[in-house]
């Protein structure tokens, strides 16, 4: 008797695992239209809710599981443009000249301002030390283009944790936040390459933009990202056109280590 209770209550589970799955699964997007016809669709986004939140706790713990301190203020003395393009600084970060349009090219990366890149949602691996400096992981950024928030390393926390409690549920997600939050709960999604700006609610007047990037751990500190989530870089498409995102160049990170 006792082992036909057990295969009834497995098949019982089951069958709640399945549908919490399908409940999880329908578009934020599908329930909308649902519930302006009138349907309850409080079981829906419940659900949808309860796995974020055990999703989001899990990547909070492995966020917080290894230390990785850098000093950006090593950074002060390359900051003033334009720089010395005999600099050790200027040729770690342009590398090369290129055989034509030499000018346009020291100009890219002897004018461009030091911006700070904030990861705001990564693929886990990102967080865990790693010597393999090939492998690359997707992440959700954000850049601030205007000078008073460029380097502004007390904002770009303020931001990145703003955003973090919006994806784990832990403060409502404002209307002009609500796709980069969704891009943050895709990270790994390979066909979203959505851009933006961040939205007014919480930008306190940056210009600043948002995008999905590619980031190899050869150019993060000890092959994973740093504990305040910040890699500087070097904009190369400054000033930024209305309508067009930042392009940014990879510091080396001696520059930047503590």
Request: with cysteine; net charge negative; aromatic share 10%.
């Amino acid at each position: 008797m006792g082992f036909f209770k057990n295969q009834l209550d497995n098949f019982k589970q089951s069958i709640e695992n399945q549908l919490d799955n399908f409940k999880q699964s329908v578009p934020d997007e599908r329930l909308d239209e649902l519930e302006a016809q009138g349907y309850d669709v409080s079981e829906y986004r419940k659900a949808k809710q309860n796995a974020r939140s055990a999703k989001n706790a899990i990547l909070e713990e492995i966020r917080n599981a290894h230390e990785n301190c850098t000093n950006l203020t090593k950074l002060e003395p390359y900051m003033k443009t334009p720089r010395n393009i005999e600099s050790e600084f200027f040729k770690a970060v342009a590398g090369k000249a290129p055989w034509f349009g030499k000018d346009k090219w020291r100009r890219k990366y002897s004018e461009g301002p030091i911006v700070y890149r904030g990861v705001v949602a990564a693929q886990s691996e990102l967080y865990k030390p790693s010597d393999k400096g090939e492998d690359a992981f997707y992440a959700v950024t954000i850049v601030a283009v205007d000078k008073a928030h460029q380097c502004n390393e007390e904002w770009m926390q303020r931001v990145i944790k703003q955003l973090q409690d919006m994806q784990a549920g832990k403060v409502d997600t404002p209307s002009d936040c609500a796709e980069l939050v969704d891009m943050m709960d895709e990270v790994d999604n390979e066909g979203d390459w959505r851009t933006g700006m961040l939205g007014m609610s919480i930008s306190e007047g940056a210009e600043a933009h948002y995008r999905k990037d590619v980031l190899y751990r050869k150019n993060l500190p000890n092959g994973f990202l740093p504990t305040n989530g910040i890699v500087p870089q070097v904009c190369t498409n400054f000033p930024v056109k209305e309508s067009h995102s930042p392009l940014t160049a990879n510091i080396p990170v001696q520059f930047y280590m503590g």
